[in-house]
């Protein structure tokens, strides 16, 4: 994996075990050499994963509409800061500069980032390693509720089993450095039950 796309809050949180992990999870990509893709803001756990890359001496690549510039605080100190047009066009670079993916904690844009990449890979529309970094166990009544939505019939259990859920950074690195996509369709879990 060359370049990883994380993607976080805007918003500190009010642990600060949010804000050490995303320092902690930083320290890693540095040690391996691999490349940050975000969202390009300066602001909240979304700043402190750049800024920790950066200091350790990573590649830092920033994502960001134009609209979003002053509302977020774009990074001024990044490798390299992409300002764009518009949202979609901000996940499509994201996603095409990435070799997989990371939610950690954040919010509602958090949790759409990481959806809209899961939906892909479902449509085997690309074949890159989607992943949650549980901190605190943030993720647990979201992971227990996409296994109501299998449980119920809405979601393939192969689908929900694409979204890979660790608690420990090294380990997560590992498991997404040797993944290999299911060959799914949106379609083969439809009548399981
Ligand atoms: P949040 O998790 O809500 O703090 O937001 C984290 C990042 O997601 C910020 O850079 C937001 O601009 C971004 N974001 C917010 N809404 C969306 C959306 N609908 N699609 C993609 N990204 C979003």
Redesign the pocket.
């Known amino acids: 994996m060359k370049r990883l796309c994380v993607?976080?809050?805007?918003?500190p949180g009010k642990s600060a075990e949010f804000l050490e992990a995303a320092r902690e999870l930083a320290r890693h990509l540095v040690q391996r050499e691999i490349c940050l893709v975000y969202?390009g803001?300066s602001v909240?756990i979304?700043g402190e994963i750049a800024d920790t890359v950066l200091a350790g001496g990573g590649e830092v690549i920033g994502v960001?509409p134009q609209a979003?510039v002053d509302k977020?605080v774009s990074h001024t100190g990044l490798t390299e800061l992409k300002i764009v047009n518009s949202?979609h066009e901000?996940?499509g670079i994201m996603a095409d500069l990435s070799d997989g993916f990371i939610a950690l904690p954040?919010?509602?844009?958090?949790?759409?980032?990481i959806f809209?990449v899961l939906t892909w890979a479902q449509l085997g529309f690309h074949h890159k390693p989607c992943a949650l970094l549980n901190v605190k166990g943030y993720y647990d009544t979201l992971t227990q509720f996409l296994d109501h939505a299998v449980a119920e019939g809405f979601v393939a259990s192969i689908h929900r089993e694409m979204l890979l859920v660790e608690d420990d950074p090294h380990t997560l690195l590992e498991i997404m450095s040797t993944y290999s996509a299911p060959a799914v369709d949106k379609w083969i879990g439809r009548n399981e039950t």
């Open positions: 993607y976080c809050g805007s918003n969202g803001a909240g979304m960001i979003l977020e949202m901000r996940k954040g919010g509602l844009g958090t949790l759409e980032e809209e």
